[in-house]
């Protein structure tokens, strides 16, 4: 059973604070991970995509990937009321599948 | 921006009904997808879908459901007769490639705004 967990949260950050988000995931032959944000009530969107080990930075975002660990993550710089959301990890195996993660519930607060 | 639309944004329908959930992928798209997501839960495959037949489906996806590309533009999932807990917002997806290589290709996979189905 191919698994993604992650921490429900809600991880509470102040305005211009980094939040760091974590996956982990328990099958080693996984090969592509990805973020997705989901406003309550809203579809995923893709927020980054990662797929070496290392680090992978866009805008404010870096997601980080230790394949070794079984072991993604998302970091949010200077961090915005509008970033409240569920961050989602999704990853995808050798199939046309995502699995997803349940989310952590981010809340920036002013 | 392209974009996955589906109708109708909010079903309410009675126990042992029939649903059609309708879903236009985006036009130069090869692959579909339906996930759901049970209200506070996680986002789960359905099935995915391309050249006219189903390429996988997890163990949710029983006989009681069903997809079909009718045309040349929808993509629909049919819940044949419905029971309480296929409440669920339903997403469905598309992505020019299949989902196995997004890693090579930067491919990615664009989710519809979903369908709220409530059985009752």
């Known amino acids: 059973q191919k698994e993604v967990e992650q921490n429900s949260g809600p991880l509470s950050v102040p305005e211009g604070a980094i939040a760091s988000l974590n996956c982990t995931y328990s099958?080693?032959?996984?090969?592509?991970f990805f973020w997705y944000r989901q406003y309550s009530g809203k579809s995923p969107e893709l927020i980054m995509s990662?797929?070496?080990?290392g680090d992978k930075e866009d805008g404010r975002f870096t997601a980080q990937l230790n394949k070794a660990s079984q072991y993604v993550s998302l970091l949010i710089r200077d961090s915005q009321p509008s970033d409240s959301a569920t961050y989602l990890c999704?990853?995808?195996?050798?199939?046309?599948?995502?699995?997803f993660g349940t989310g952590t519930r981010l809340q920036v607060f002013p | 921006e392209p974009e996955v639309t589906q109708t109708p944004s909010h079903q309410v329908t009675q126990m042992g009904q029939e649903v059609i959930l309708r879903c236009v992928p985006i036009?130069?798209?090869?692959?579909f997808y339906w996930y759901r997501q049970i209200l506070g839960q996680k986002v789960e495959f359905l099935v995915s879908?391309?050249?006219?037949?189903?390429?996988?489906k997890s163990e949710i996806f029983d006989d009681q459901f069903s997809v079909e590309r009718p045309d040349g533009s929808n993509f629909t999932l049919k819940i044949r007769s419905t029971k309480l807990e296929d409440s669920a917002m339903y997403f469905c997806?598309?992505?020019?490639?299949?989902?196995?290589?997004?890693?090579?290709?930067?491919?990615?996979?664009?989710f519809g705004e979903g369908s709220w189905l409530t059985v009752v």
């Open positions: 997806a598309s992505s020019e490639l299949p989902d196995r290589v997004l890693f090579s290709s930067g491919n990615t996979i664009y």
């Open positions: 099958d080693r032959g996984s090969q592509s």
């Open positions: 990662i797929y070496s080990n």
């Open positions: 999704a990853v995808l195996y050798n199939t046309d599948k995502l699995i």
């Open positions: 036009s130069n798209h090869l692959y």
């Open positions: 879908f391309y050249n006219n037949e189903i390429s996988e």
